[in-house]
Nanobody, 128 residues
C-alpha cells in the first residue's frame, strides 16, 4: 500500500525554522514527483513546493521563494522541506503527495493534474 507520512511540524516563533519530512512506504519514491502543499481551515489546499523525481527540478510558490528549500533523498525514500524565516501566515497544515512522471512539477503544484496518496499532514504554527 502506497503511503506518505509527514513529520517535523510544530510551534515556532516568527523568524524561526523548521524542517518537514515526507517518508514513503510501499513504493519507490524515485518513480514519482513529490510536492508539499498546505491548507488552512476553510481554504483550498495550495501548492508550496514540488520536486521532480530525480531532484533536478524544483518549483516554489511565490510566497515561499527565498525562504523554503525542497530536497529529496531517494535512497532514504524521503523528501524534505526546510522552512526558514517563518511568518505567521505560514501557519497551516502541511501535506505531501505524489504525482506520476507524465506530469510536470509545475502542473503538480498548481494542482491542474491528479495528485495522489496524500499524507495525514503535519501542523506548523508560527506564533510568538
Amino acid at each position: 500500500q502506497l503511503q506518505l507520512v509527514e513529520s517535523g511540524g510544530g510551534l515556532v516563533q516568527p523568524g524561526g525554522s523548521l524542517r518537514l519530512s515526507c517518508a514513503a512506504s510501499g513504493f519507490t519514491l524515485s518513480n514519482y514527483h513529490i510536492g508539499w502543499f498546505r491548507q488552512a481551515p476553510g481554504k483550498e489546499r495550495e501548492g508550496v513546493s514540488c520536486i521532480s523525481s530525480s531532484g533536478g527540478s524544483v518549483t516554489y510558490a511565490d510566497s515561499v521563494k527565498e525562504r523554503f528549500i525542497i530536497s529529496r533523498n531517494n535512497a532514504k525514500d524521503t523528501v524534505y522541506l526546510e522552512m526558514n524565516s517563518l511568518k505567521s501566515n505560514d501557519t497551516d497544515s502541511y501535506y505531501c503527495a505524489e504525482a506520476t512522471l507524465r506530469n510536470t512539477i509545475h502542473a503538480m503544484c498548481a494542482r491542474t493534474v491528479v495528485v495522489s496518496d496524500w499524507g495525514q499532514g503535519t501542523q506548523v504554527t508560527v506564533s510568538s
